[in-house]
């Protein structure tokens, strides 16, 4: 169905503009429906990245399956849902879904809520001992209802609740709550694929990019578009994702190093696909030697930049800086693609990016146009491509960097 990428060697990957563009104006179309979890509009998905993944000469990543299955509970609170407050001197504050407030569980269950619970005030409810914080500290909550600061302005008690150390209290207020629930339990998959590694088939270097997005909407009235396509999100990462396959896949010599591909699901709904993969890895987490995810590809043209999303943690930004410099970049924080234009400058890239955030991003109107200019993701593409080369012909092990909180987990796993 798409076009095919070649590599006539290992460094001088080929990567047409015609497939990339093919990639996501397929995905992104109306026949597919938004790529929601749980619609035909991911069956429509899956098998068209997994057709592609064949097409590209990849292996299946999980066994002879190129699908994992990922466990999803879908649980849709009833509007009737409630909440009382009750505080000294009998006074009471009743609030009702969904003007006054929003009540929703974790729990798959048909019903659930408590009643007359002693309310706790726990700071921002932050439990991360990498960090060696925790709101929850020397606080009995057991039966309690732990109220956080987020989107509450209690002054002082916020100020408090940012320095480490702070020790939450009890309150001179109950709370009772209820929600009905109606539970489905499903599936959805991530989609795996891989090259062998010719000398360490044991290691690798893993891809990522999420392949669903919001679906249609059930409030469009006749006439009006329904469908989130989410062409930049994030078709624009699955298209990656697919022709950096074909490229490692037609690389000669192979890469010492295994290369894995995942197109994970459930991003949009609490990023449940990569946190299931990262669970239940294709290959065990100690032996995958870094990784890459690709979300969201600005279609801005050719930039002098590269976006780093944690910028100052990871030892494999030395890496991805060196490959930048090559193509007269520099990583600057915060990966996704750059925005300042060798040619229209800076400010391009931000106005485009603005106007995108509040124009398009998570709206039907994320669409493919074949205006859009996508030079920079081909820019990208051989970024990407360059960067889990060298590190899969190498026998380096890229760690978190020595003061960062996840270095000592990292460590652990490698012993």
């Known amino acids: 169905m798409l076009a095919a990428c070649t590599a006539t060697h290992a460094d001088t990957p080929v990567f047409p503009e015609s497939s ?6 397929v995905l992104s179309s109306d026949a597919f429906e938004g790529r929601a979890p749980g619609t035909a509009g991911e069956q429509k998905t899956l098998a068209c990245i997994e057709q592609q993944f064949r097409a590209a000469g990849l292996q299946p990543g999980i066994g002879d399956s190129y699908l994992q299955p990922v466990p999803v509970v879908e649980i849709m609170p009833h509007a009737d849902a409630a909440m009382r407050l009750s505080g000294a001197g009998g006074k009471s504050l009743e609030l009702r879904s969904p003007d006054g407030v929003v009540v929703w569980t974790k729990r798959p ?22 960090y060696g914080w925790n709101d929850y500290a020397g606080l009995d909550v057991r039966g309690k209802l732990a109220l956080a600061a987020a989107g509450m302005d209690f002054g002082a008690l916020k100020q408090a609740s940012s320095v480490r150390g702070f020790q939450g209290q009890a309150t001179n207020l109950t709370a009772s709550m209820s929600v009905r629930n109606d539970v489905r339990n499903t599936a959805s998959y991530n989609v795996v694929g891989r090259v062998p590694g010719s000398k360490r088939p044991d290691e690798a270097f893993v ?34 994702l ?79 800086r060196t490959v930048a410099a090559g193509q007269g970049r520099v990583p600057v924080r915060y990966t996704k693609a750059g925005i300042d234009s060798p040619t229209l400058g800076a400010e391009f890239g931000k106005q485009w990016l603005a106007d995108y955030t509040a124009q398009r991003h998570h709206q039907v109107t994320d669409e493919y146009s074949p205006d859009w200019d996508v030079s920079g993701t081909l820019q990208d593409l051989q ?23 996840f270095r000592a987990i990292r460590d652990q796993s490698r012993k």
């Open 20 to 25: 990339d563009r093919k990639h996501i104006e």
């Open 109 to 130: 269950v048909p019903a659930s809520g408590i009643g007359n619970a002693g309310v706790v005030y726990a700071g921002y409810g932050l439990v991360a001992p990498e």
């Open 207 to 240: 891809y990522t990019a999420h392949w669903d997005h919001l679906g249609r909407t059930a409030n469009a009235k006749p006439g009006e578009d329904a469908i989130f396509n989410g062409a930049q999100d994030n078709a624009t990462g699955v298209s990656a």
């Open 242 to 320: 697919i022709e950096l396959g074909r490229a490692f896949a037609a690389t000669k010599p192979a890469p010492e190093r295994s290369l894995i591909f995942v197109a994970v699901t459930a991003e949009e709904s609490g990023l449940l696909g990569s946190e299931y993969v990262a669970a239940h890895p294709p290959i065990l987490v100690a032996q995958m030697v870094g990784g890459l995810n690709m979300d969201n590809l600005y279609s801005v043209g050719k930039t002098r930049d590269i976006t780093v999303i944690g910028f100052g943690k990871s030892e494999l930004e030395d890496d991805l």
């Open 383 to 405: 970024l990407y491509y360059d960067v889990g080369l060298g590190v899969a012909n190498s026998s380096r092990w890229p760690n978190w960097r020595a003061d960062r909180e």
